[in-house]
């Protein structure tokens, strides 16, 4: 799947990109992995870069076959040792690399890379867009299994992206940019503003307060 591997290939390109204008505050900052500043998040999507399948599979049995718990505790030793620059310079060195996740292919590999750095522009409130066929690539692969591994419920709603002609489930619209659906699908709570519906308050996070 060429045309899949490119996409691969560019958004690793425009998130080091990016990465490299963020100031110290915002490489500590949150994201919308609960828990994880950009630090880690980047730690996560660069590990498989440096982690052999053979260190992954002890690193998962140490703890007990749950994959969010190996994923949390290697990200979170990995910023322990690993500065900003160091991390960009992962991410920037592999641009080209193979890695699939199990049983995801390419286009899993693209999910991975799109629905992380979503996680640090929308978390950020920076104005960075993936190209919509790009996130039609991702959504074009969404399983009811996606759903399960994130908790999402959708019941009795209906997800319609305002930038390209797709929709899930029945119900009442939720409407919004693709992106912001796919960050819905994969559980995320998402600033105010973002969706648009009367279920939308389902999927977005409480208004912080004013000091």
Known sequence: MPNVQAAVQAERTEQADLLATLTPEQWNAPTLCAGWRVREVIA??????????????????????????????????????????QLLASLRDNITHPWTPPGGGPVGALSHDVIHGLDITVGLGLDRR??????????????????????????????????????????????GLAQDLLLTVCGRSLPPGRLEGDAAHRFTAAAQPRS
């Open 44 to 85: 996560h999507t660069t590990l498989p870069f440096r982690m052999s399948l053979v260190r992954a599979a002890l690193e998962l049995a140490r703890a007990r076959g749950d994959i969010n718990r190996m994923a949390d505790r290697r990200a979170r030793r990995d910023t322990a040792r690993l500065s900003p620059g």
């Open 130 to 175: 993936p190209p919509p066929e790009r996130v039609a690539l991702v959504l074009g692969d969404l399983r009811t299994e996606n759903l399960a591994f994130f908790g999402t419920d959708l019941t009795g709603v209906r997800l319609e992206a305002t930038d390209l002609d797709w929709t899930y489930g029945t119900g009442t619209p939720v409407r």
